[in-house]
């Protein structure tokens, strides 16, 4: 379902929205084609792509 990127979509219209950074954490490999998605996202991460140290690791930035 999309119901999550509708969700994102109306909070980057908000300026508080627009400011917290957004990890995407996905298997779904059509929302890599799906650009606004992507703009929109401060990270976009593919699951096939990425460990589970380097999710963490890039988690803790934006968490520190």
């Given at each position: 379902t999309l119901f999550?990127?509708?969700t994102l979509f109306r909070s980057r219209q908000d300026e508080w929205g627009r400011s917290?950074?957004?990890l995407i954490l996905?298997?779904?490999n059509y929302v890599e084609d799906m650009p606004d998605v992507k703009e929109l996202a401060?990270?976009?991460l593919l699951k096939t792509d990425v460990s589970l140290d380097e999710v963490i690791q890039?988690?803790?930035q934006y968490v520190a």
């Open positions: 999550p990127y509708t917290v950074p957004v996905t298997n779904l401060t990270e976009f890039r988690v803790k």
